[in-house]
């Protein structure tokens, strides 16, 4: 009985990587947990139940109630991925196994192979039998037709947004793209492609259509992949791709919309966009 409740106890905790630092604070590919900590989740006491009822059987005091995850610990781990290969720490053309990213996570291998199963769907990598999964080499052929596509999706909602929405809703965007200029600034590719997402998906969700809005989000992701295995811009070109959300965001308040057009079709076709 007491195992049980232990377990149930240990199962109630957010999942902490070793040491107590959760995925959420920590590096993806830091260095590695020590040897016998690897996956094995802090154990705090839960301040909610009472040190006198601890390892013993009682039907007075209801059960503590259980904490709600903020993300699965395959949602951190997809989300970790994701920044992992768009900052260029999963190389293009390599290939990784589950059991090997696990332990440089500190969990099983379940979790991870689940990740990479959806970053396949995605088209980041692609599954290599009884080896893992190879992080997928883009064509600049690729890439273009990928902008192409946003471009025939987003160009026309957004000359259609720029003719109707009030300057004040465009005014409420500005610190979306102020975010995408200061990751630009210090050149975080990973944190800028989060910001750029971001900065689009609220320009598209003020057409009130939440299909075109997870489709494009997820063109927009697949063309944020890496190219080659050089996978940083040059600092030049990630600040200057940032600069035309702000730039946008003024023809979209003037209703300028031959510069809103030229604008976003040259956003889509940059490097970075």
Do not use: K
Not at 40 to 63: F, I, K, L, N
Not at 77 to 88: K, N, W
Not at 217 to 225: A, K, M
Not at 232 to 258: F, G, W
């Amino acid at each position: 009985m007491e195992q049980g409740r232990a377990r149930e106890r240990a199962s109630e905790q957010p999942y902490a990587a070793p040491g107590g630092v959760s995925f959420d604070d920590s590096p993806l590919f830091g260095e590695r947990p020590s040897a016998g900590g690897a996956g094995v989740p802090q154990q705090v006491r839960d301040p909610r139940v009472p040190e006198q009822a601890r390892g013993e059987h009682t039907h007075s005091e209801p059960p503590a109630p259980r904490v709600v995850r903020r993300h699965s610990v395959r949602g951190q781990i997809l989300d970790a991925l994701r920044t992992a290969l768009v900052g260029g720490e999963l190389v293009p053309g390599e290939v990784y196994s589950a059991p090997a990213l696990g332990e440089r996570f500190g969990v099983s291998a379940t979790p991870v192979r689940e990740a990479m199963q959806q970053l396949a769907l995605e088209g980041a990598v692609e599954v290599v039998p009884n080896r893992g999964f190879r992080v997928t080499v883009r064509t600049p052929r690729e890439l273009a037709e990928l902008a192409e596509v946003r471009a025939l999706i987003e160009v026309p909602v957004m000359l259609d947004l720029a003719r109707t929405v009030p300057a004040d809703r465009w005014r409420e965007l500005r610190p979306l793209a102020e975010a995408t200029g200061a990751a630009a600034a210090r050149g975080d590719r990973a944190h800028y492609a989060e910001t750029d997402r971001a900065f689009h998906r609220a320009v598209l969700l003020l057409a009130g259509n939440a299909q075109l809005v997870a489709v494009a989000d997820d063109l927009h992701r697949r063309s944020q992949w890496p190219l080659t295995s050089a996978p940083v811009a040059r600092h030049a070109d990630l600040v200057a791709d940032a600069a035309e959300h702000s730039a946008l965001l003024d023809a979209l308040i003037a209703q300028d919309l031959p510069v809103v057009r030229s604008l976003v079709r040259e956003h889509f076709t940059g490097s970075e966009g």
